[in-house]
């Protein structure tokens, strides 16, 4: 079974510093996607960035980009240039990917990091 | 384009009731998938339906249950509330799958 662990369960950052949030999963899998999720208290889920795990360049969205190591099965998120409006819960997310006719997308998610910027 | 829609935003009901949700996906997605999230937890799978059809289920009791209608949106039913019900639900829709799923803003149940 996969599973998600997200190690920081809270953290700060100095608005306009950089922060880093990890994340490290588990799975017998090869073919698979990676997600980041931010929840702010409006708690609309709002996907963030996505990785292939076939792909080994690291995505990048804007002032968000991640370090994939998929050999130690890692996943971390940085956030550059903070802003306030990036306060919120963080969810590293895992799926697989099958095309199985049997098959069925189920995403699985860490237990979150709450992140505060600080002005 | 309008993200996902869900109805209602809220709402409060007692134990033994039953509930209806509702989850309009995204224009020309076919797939729309539930989750539960309970308060400070990551949220759980609970269904994925792709072209009206069950394509996969969580471990969640059959007290819930959920539809796909033919312009693609859902509904998620559960019946005989109970306490631990309490959660927020939400609607993730994709365009088939295997494929990135887009959130709801979600219904806030309670249950007393």
């Known amino acids: 079974a996969q599973t998600v662990t997200q190690s920081q369960p809270e953290m700060s950052v100095q608005e306009a510093e950089t922060v880093t949030l990890s994340c490290t999963y588990d799975?017998?899998?090869?073919?698979?996607?990676l997600f980041w999720y931010k929840q702010p208290p409006s708690r609309q889920m709002i996907l963030v960035i996505r990785?292939?795990?076939?792909?080994?360049q690291n995505a990048t969205e804007n002032r968000f980009s991640v370090n994939f190591q998929k050999a130690a099965k890692s996943f971390s998120l940085k956030i550059s240039d903070s802003q306030l409006g990036d306060t919120a819960m963080y969810f590293c997310a895992f799926m697989h990917l099958s095309y199985m006719k049997t098959s069925y997308d189920k995403v699985i998610f860490g237990p979150g990091t709450s992140l505060s910027v600080i002005p | 384009d309008a993200g996902v829609t869900q109805s209602p935003t809220h709402l409060i009901k007692t134990r033994g009731q039953h509930v209806t949700l509702r989850c309009s996906p995204i224009?020309?997605?076919?797939?729309v998938s539930w989750y539960q999230q309970v308060l400070g937890q990551g949220p759980q799978f609970i269904f994925q339906y792709y072209e009206k059809e069950e394509r996969g289920r969580g471990n969640f009791p059959d007290r819930f249950s959920a539809r796909q209608f033919p312009n693609y949106s859902s509904e998620l039913n559960v019946n005989a509330l109970l306490l631990g019900d309490s959660a927020l639900y939400l609607c993730a829709s994709s365009l088939g799958y295997p494929d990135t799923q887009y959130f709801g803003p979600g219904t806030r149940l309670t249950v007393l």
């Open positions: 799975t017998s899998e090869n073919n698979y996607y």
């Open positions: 990785q292939e795990a076939y792909k080994q």
């Open positions: 224009s020309g997605h076919k797939s």
